[in-house]
């Protein structure tokens, strides 16, 4: 996770919410927190070693680095939160103009391994700046403060939505539908799709230090059901 300190003087992350995706964090090392904003109002969620913690889509979320805070983070449809599937909390005049929004969210080179990790910082701290607003106006307001950064999100990523639906019908529903196919076999008594068992291994992460939405990411490669 990100360590360097943010505008409220806590280190860590930047906070955002996925449209479409669960996010689910296994503590490994260190300590931090996860702060969040749902209809639920704010509330903070202490991390440690063994930790296990997820959350639905709608969820702002904002780690917070207390200590060498390592994670593994698991992704719903094959790591879209990652692909595309987030929208930083910026202030509500930023989300409501796309080219502000997506200058302020870009970083150089995607943030691809090696990149100068201050745009990232940058972004991040905008974004709390913007996650300081609703907060205060969801403890003002209620649930109810919360509608206009929905509507700003889904405007937002409109243009990409026939590329999500993709990315789902390859990966998660493409998944499903071979469980569906699997149970249809073995209710007729066909057990042959068992003979087909693999086993895959990978040896490290493919990717080292690329610069996500909350710190420096280790990826793996994705496989398809089939594969």
Known sequence: MYDTVTPDGRPGGSPHLHLCCSEAYVVIGGRGAV??????????????????LWFTPGTVHRLV??????????????????????VLTFPAEVLADPDRYAAAAALPDGGAPGTDPRAAYARRDLAVEGFEQLRAAVERDGRRAMAALHTAAAQLKQPQ???????????????AQL??????ALARGDAGHLMDARVHALDGPVERGRLGMCGHLDTYPLRRPEE
Do not use: C, K, Y
């Open 65 to 86: 680095n207390l200590g060498d805070l390592e994670i593994v983070v698991l992704m719903a449809n094959s790591g879209l939160p990652e692909a595309g599937d987030a």
């Open 179 to 184: 469980t569906g196919v699997h149970l249809d």
């Open 161 to 175: 939505l026939e590329t999500w639906r993709r990315r789902w019908e390859d990966g998660a529903f493409r998944a």
């Open 35 to 52: 702060q969040t904003i749902s209809g639920a109002g704010f509330a903070e969620h202490a991390l440690a070693r063994g930790t296990v």
